[in-house]
């Protein structure tokens, strides 16, 4: 059988944790996992152009846009990187 205990810290600038279980949990092996967040990188204007450009190679072939349809879709991008 399995128990989970946890418990919420700060990690210190030198990246060492000093945990004091409590006394319910026996001397043992143990694994433990750090969960943490990660902050979402903001679309640039670079990741926005790589985006469209990977959809671009998604159209098959014969099912290209005309010249019209193109020229709304890019000043559409452009008006969505302002």
Do not use: C
């Given at each position: 059988?399995?128990?989970?205990?946890?418990?919420?810290?700060?990690?210190?600038p030198n990246h060492r944790l000093n945990?004091?279980?409590?006394?319910?949990?026996?001397?043992?092996?143990?694994?433990?996992?750090?969960?943490?967040?990660?902050?979402?990188?903001?679309?640039?204007?670079?990741?926005?152009?790589?985006?469209?450009?990977?959809?671009?190679?998604?159209?098959?072939?014969?099912?290209?846009?005309?010249?019209?349809?193109?020229?709304?879709?890019?000043?559409?991008?452009?008006?969505?990187?302002?």
């Amino acid at each position: 059988m399995q128990a989970y205990y946890e418990i919420e810290t700060q990690i210190p600038p030198n990246h060492r944790l000093n945990l004091q279980l409590p006394d319910s949990i026996r001397a043992g092996p143990v694994k433990i996992a750090v969960i943490y967040e990660v902050p979402e990188k903001p679309e640039t204007k670079a990741t926005k152009m790589a985006t469209f450009l990977q959809n671009l190679a998604e159209i098959k072939e014969g099912e290209g846009l005309n010249r019209a349809a193109i020229d709304t879709h890019l000043r559409q991008e452009r008006q969505d990187w302002d």
